[in-house]
């Protein structure tokens, strides 16, 4: 069997595990995440494997399975945290089941290895476990050690395995991206040819292929990832083999299919199809408040006016491709892979798609490529950088941005007296607000209250509370600062639900945040800026916006962004002159424990 210029990461739950996969990326050598119990076959195919850290014990009754063969493929393995455990625990070594934990930075020393190539002997590590190799496995040296940790890199030098205990893909390790560049190039062999460009000529061809005479039905939702996959579609086969349809949900930001439709047409795309279907929509989501309900009814039509617009035009798959501009972390469930439990439905994998997946009838030419590689390809096919800059967007769009109530949520009075007790050793004013939003905590959804907090904006002290609140209260996973009005004097929970005046107030404030952080040179720095629309009323005036700009890569876990004050203080005086608006917060929470969306 070939084998390919690539490293395999297997995911064993580590919330590292995407950024493991793109340091590998950067170094240009492609990389693939899959599951431990990935088949011998495949696993052959890659130059490297290296095992990814994970949350739980080597003795976990539950631990996550894996297959075993991977310490006999002949091709080295770098095991990392977790992965290192296993190694010593698999290998006939012994693992110390962890009393205390270290977590943090520790100096560590470092002996002669292929590994520390180019390292100096002592530098600075991040580690964060446990449990901790006690004994070696017979073959294997120790190459590195720190105060706590005899064992914090080992090798077996004749079969190339190699085990760190600490985090070499995170930013807090000095020197990390070298020890895994060393793993890659030194160790495995690799060679440096993942690049854009080689990409979109490889897979120019392989789209050929795969289509062969077949046309393709691209469903183009509007965001960066269906349009630059409309881009490459293009370029590979031409605009007159496909049929891009749009359909308009109505949930799209202020104009922005319009400028899709404009800029793609630009190029040189003959027609993108639109199906204006936002009153169907809304008359499906009509007395709709649950946010998981909205989802699926959303996805379930979407696909439906899919399919039907693909029996209007006799699709039959002898002779046509369903295309998705599905891109990578889409497909992979981070958390042990298989065992993820599911956080929140996304439409281009509703079970219909999933069917025509399976035999073969649906062609997603970015399914390996990140975020911003996408944008990196959308460039190259010479989209315009305001197109391919955008953020990322969901699929339901403003839908899961403007929360509904039937109006009958309590708030449990004797918690929120224990929350304003907590939030004024930090200052603040609390109140519990009367609507719940998902949130994440290990792998598990959680769907909890919000709080309020009022003062002055001093971020570290806001940060201080924020992480306070969602620690001692398990019942709250999101906190969100008032910026406007300056204080509450009533609060009141309203029956609302998804409809027009709704979504115009939406589209206003979010046109007003996106606006004033492009006027400010702050739209790369921050990764993502939901604005959302609560169904509370403060002191009588109206409902209460949300800004939620963060920072974060790839989405897996984020902070929220620290706006500056006078940013922060031209958009609320804009949006607040919007009808209906009667408060504007920020969200002050971390992903996790919140997600970045609200629903
Ligand atoms: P959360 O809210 O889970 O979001 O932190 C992570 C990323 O996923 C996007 N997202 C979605 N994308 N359909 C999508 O296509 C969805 O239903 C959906 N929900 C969340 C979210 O915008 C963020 O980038």
């Known amino acids: 069997m070939d084998t390919e210029n690539k490293i395999i990461v297997l995911d064993f739950g580590s919330q590292y595990t995407h950024l493991l996969a793109r340091r590998v990326r950067d170094l240009n050598v492609y990389s693939e995440i899959m599951a431990p119990t990935a088949l011998a076959d495949e696993l052959k195919k890659a130059k490297g494997i290296i095992l990814s850290g994970g949350p739980q014990s080597v003795y976990a009754k539950d631990a996550v399975a894996f297959n075993p063969e991977i310490f006999s493929l002949e091709i080295p393995v770098l095991g990392l945290c977790y992965g290192q ?41 991040w580690m964060s476990h446990g449990d901790k190799v ?7 040296t120790q ?49 440096k040819n993942w690049t854009m460009q080689n990409f979109l000529g490889e897979k120019i061809e392989s789209i050929k292929k795969e289509a062969g005479d077949k046309n393709v039905f691209l469903l183009l939702s509007g965001g960066v990832d269906s349009t630059v996959c409309l881009a490459l579609l293009d370029k590979a ?60 009814i959303i996805g379930k039509l979407f696909v439906e006016i899919a399919m039907q617009e693909i029996e209007n035009m006799n699709f039959d798959t002898e002779t046509w491709l369903l295309g998705q501009g599905t891109i990578y972390p889409d497909t992979i469930e981070t958390g042990g892979t298989e065992n993820a439990k599911k956080i929140k439905t996304h439409h281009n994998r509703a079970p219909i798609i999933m069917e025509m997946i399976e035999k073969g009838n649906v062609i997603e030419p970015l399914n390996q490529l990140y975020k911003d590689e996408v944008r990196e390809l959308g460039k190259l096919l010479g989209l315009p950088e305001n197109l391919v800059e955008r953020h990322p967007f969901p699929g339901p769009g403003t839908a899961i941005r403007i929360l509904c109530s039937n109006g009958k949520e309590k708030i449990d ?9 907590v ?70 929970l309203k029956e609302a639900y998804l409809t027009k005046d ?16 492009k006027e400010r040179g702050l739209l790369h720095e921050i990764w993502q800026f939901p604005v959302v629309l609560l169904p509370v009323d403060f002191n009588g005036k109206g409902q209460g916006i949300v800004l939620r700009p963060v920072y974060s890569k790839e989405a897996m876990t984020a902070k929220f962004a620290k706006l500056g004050p006078s940013v922060l203080e031209e958009m ?19 992903k996790p424990p919140a997600t970045i969306e609200w629903e």
């Open 502 to 517: 709704r979504i115009e107030i939406l589209k206003e404030a979010d046109a007003i945040a996106m606006e004033t952080i």
């Open 143 to 191: 190459i590195g050690s720190t105060n706590d940790c005899e064992y914090a890199a080992i090798m077996d030098d004749e079969k190339r395995i190699f085990g760190l205990q600490f985090h070499p893909e995170v930013t807090h390790t000095e020197n990390g991206l070298q020890i895994i560049s060393n793993f890659v190039f030194d160790v495995c062999n690799c060679e």
């Open 85 to 125: 455990q296993l190694i010593a625990h698999e290998l006939g070594g012994k693992v110390e089941p962890g009393e205390t934990k270290e977590y943090g930075t520790a100096k560590l020393v470092a002996e002669e290895s292929e590994l520390f190539n180019r390292v100096p002997k002592e530098f600075t590590a």
């Open 237 to 296: 086969i031409g605009s007159e083999r496909i049929h891009a349809l749009h359909v308009d949900t109505g949930f799209m930001r202020k104009g922005e299919s319009a400028f899709v439709k404009t800029e793609l047409e630009k190029l040189g795309i003959n027609e993108v199809h639109v199906a204006d279907a936002e009153e169907e929509f809304l008359k499906k989501l009509k007395g709709i408040y649950d946010p998981e309900e909205k989802r699926q």
């Open 572 to 590: 609320v005086e804009k949006i607040k002159a919007i009808k209906g608006v009667g408060a504007v917060m920020l969200d002050i929470t971390h």
């Open 134 to 140: 006690k004994e070696l496995p017979i073959g294997f």
């Open 413 to 421: 009075e004797a918690l929120e007296k224990k929350i304003i007790k």
């Open 423 to 492: 939030a004024k050793e930090d200052g603040f004013e609390a109140k519990l607000l009367p609507v719940k939003a998902v949130g994440v905590q290990g792998d598990n959804r959680t769907y909890s209250n919000a709080v309020v907090l009022e003062g002055t904006l001093d971020y570290s002290a806001l940060e201080n509370a924020s992480t306070k609140i969602t620690n001692k209260f398990t019942s709250v996973n999101r906190v969100v600062f008032l910026l406007r009005p300056r204080g509450i004097d009533s609060l009141e």
